[in-house]
C-alpha cells in the first residue's frame, strides 16, 4: 500500500501551485481516495508569444498529469486556478464629453470591430483564378515597353510572353488574352491576316499549349489589329462598317483560332448576329468544346487610348460610336444581353469596368451566365500614374478596384494587374 507520504506532493495547476493531499483508504481498490488541495500561492495565468507561460518565460506549460476529476475537483471546492483579469475601459481623450449612450439596438459597427470579425463577414473574395491576364504580342524577339501604360510590353511571341506566363502562373494566374501589334505590311482593308493559320496569333497558341497544356487561353476576335483601316469591321467607300461581311470574317477568325488551340474565342467587334455565326461556324468545323465570351456591353470609351498606342491600332478617321455602345445608355445593355444569350455565348463582358460597375451589375442580375468584366488600359494607367506620383497607394487602389468589380458582380476580370494582383493575394513583394 502506498504511505501517505509518498501521495501528498504540491503540484501546479495553470500558474497555481497547489499541494495535493490524499488520505489513504483502508482498501485503496475499493474506494476513491480522498483529495484536498491546499491553495500555497495564487499566480495569474497569462498567454505567451512563444506559448503558456508557466512562471519561468522558460517555454510552454508542463502538464502535471492531472485527471480530468482532479480538476473538476478543484473548480468545485473553489479553488478554480486565476485568469488574467477584465482589462480596465481604454480612457478617453481629454476633453471628450461624457453623454449618455445612444438609444440604438443596431450598431453596424459590431461586425467591424477587429479583422477576424470582418474577416468572418466578408461579402466579396478575390484569388488569382478570377483573374484574365491581357498580354500584347509581337513578332520581334525583344520586349518593347509601352510607354502610355507603365509595366506593360509588347512581348516577343517566342521568349517574352512564354516567361510572362510562367510568372504569372506561379502565382495562381493561369488564364491569358491574346492582342496581337501586326506589321502594317499584313494589314488590309478586309482583315484577312485575321484568318491565317500561320499567322502571329495562332502561332503564339500553339507554343503556349505545348507548353502549358492547362492554360486557359481567350483570344480576341475583331479586325481592327488586321485593318489598314483601324476599324472592327471592313469599311466602305462612304465610311460604313459593314455588318455582315464583317462577320463572314470574323467566322473564319474565330475558326482559326480555336483550331491552334484557343479555350474561348471573345468577339470584341460589337457586329449584329456574331455570337450565332460564330457557334455555327465553330460547331461546323468539330469545336463545340470551344467557348464563346462575347462583348456585350463594349462602350465606345475614352478609356481605351493606351491600349490602341499598345497595337497601333487607332482608327484611321471617324471613330466607333456606330458599332460601340453609347456611354450614356443602361437600358440598351439589356438588349445586347438578351441577344447575345439567345444566340449562344457563355460568358457575357462588359468593358469598361470601373466606370461602369451598374452596367456589370445589370447583367450580372439578368443572367445567369458568368460575367466578365474588362479592366481597360485606361483604368490601369490612372492607378499607374497615381501611384507614381505619389498621388495615391498603388498597390491598395489597384485591389480596392478588382474588388468593387468582383462586388458589382464579375466572376472574372481582365486586367494588365493579374501578374502584380496575383503576387499581392499571394503575399509576394516583388
Known amino acids: 500500500m502506498a504511505s501517505a507520504s509518498m501521495l501528498n506532493s504540491p503540484c501546479n495547476i495553470g ?11 483502508p ?76 438609444p440604438i439596438n443596431r450598431r453596424p459597427r459590431r461586425n467591424r470591430k477587429s479583422p477576424a470579425v470582418r474577416a468572418a463577414f466578408q461579402e466579396t473574395n478575390i484569388s488569382p ?57 499584313l494589314k488590309t482593308s478586309t482583315g484577312d491576316e485575321a484568318y491565317n493559320e500561320n499567322g502571329l496569333v495562332p502561332r503564339a497558341i500553339r507554343l503556349l499549349k505545348d507548353k502549358y497544356p492547362d492554360l486557359v487561353i481567350y483570344t480576341d476576335v475583331a479586325l481592327d489589329p488586321y485593318s489598314s483601316d483601324g476599324h472592327d469591321g471592313i469599311v466602305r467607300e462612304d465610311g460604313v462598317i ?63 487610348g493606351p491600349f490602341r498606342e499598345a497595337l497601333d491600332s487607332n482608327p484611321r478617321f471617324g471613330d466607333k ?10 437600358r440598351e445593355a439589356l438588349v445586347e444581353l438578351q441577344a447575345d444569350e439567345s444566340e449562344g455565348a457563355d460568358i457575357l463582358l462588359v468593358k469598361p469596368g470601373l466606370p461602369y460597375l451598374d452596367i456589370i451589375r445589370l447583367l450580372r442580375d439578368k443572367s445567369a451566365l458568368p460575367i466578365a468584366a474588362y479592366q481597360v488600359s485606361g483604368e490601369y494607367s490612372m492607378i499607374k500614374a497615381g501611384g507614381v506620383l505619389k498621388m495615391i497607394d498603388e498597390e491598395r487602389v489597384m485591389m480596392e478596384s478588382l474588388m468593387c468589380l468582383r462586388r458589382a458582380g464579375a466572376d472574372i476580370i481582365l486586367t494588365y494587374f493579374a501578374l ?3 503576387r499581392c493575394l499571394c503575399g509576394e513583394k516583388r
Open 420 to 422: 502584380q494582383a496575383g
Open 27 to 102: 482498501n485503496l481498490f475499493c474506494a476513491r481516495p480522498c483529495i484536498w488541495l491546499n491553495r500555497r500561492r495564487v499566480l495569474t495565468i497569462r498567454a505567451s508569444s512563444e506559448g503558456h507561460d508557466n512562471g519561468s518565460g522558460s517555454g510552454p506549460l508542463r502538464k502535471m498529469g492531472l485527471t480530468d476529476e482532479e480538476c473538476e475537483a478543484a473548480v468545485v471546492a473553489g479553488n478554480a486556478p486565476e485568469a488574467p483579469p477584465v482589462p480596465p475601459k481604454p480612457a478617453a481623450p481629454a476633453g471628450t464629453p461624457a453623454v449618455s449612450s445612444l
Open 321 to 330: 460610336k456606330t458599332y460601340q455602345m453609347n456611354p450614356a445608355n443602361y
Open 129 to 185: 483564378a478570377n483573374l484574365v491576364y491581357p498580354l500584347f504580342i509581337h513578332e520581334g524577339e525583344e520586349d518593347t515597353p509601352i510607354g502610355a501604360m507603365p509595366g506593360c510590353y509588347r512581348l516577343g511571341w517566342r521568349h517574352g510572353l512564354v516567361e510572362e506566363v510562367s510568372k504569372a502562373r506561379d502565382v495562381g494566374v493561369n488564364s491569358i488574352v491574346l492582342f496581337p501589334k501586326v506589321p502594317d505590311a
Open 242 to 304: 459593314m455588318n455582315d461581311e464583317t462577320v463572314h470574317q470574323l467566322c473564319k477568325q474565330a475558326v482559326a483560332q480555336a483550331r491552334a488551340g484557343a479555350d474561348v474565342v471573345s468577339p470584341s467587334d460589337m457586329m449584329d448576329g456574331r455570337v450565332g455565326a460564330i457557334r455555327a461556324a465553330l460547331d461546323a468545323e468539330g469545336f463545340q468544346h470551344v467557348s464563346i465570351m462575347s462583348y456585350t456591353a463594349k462602350y465606345a470609351s475614352s478609356f481605351y
Open 15 to 25: 500558474a497555481v501551485k497547489f499541494e495535493v493531499k490524499v488520505k489513504p483508504s
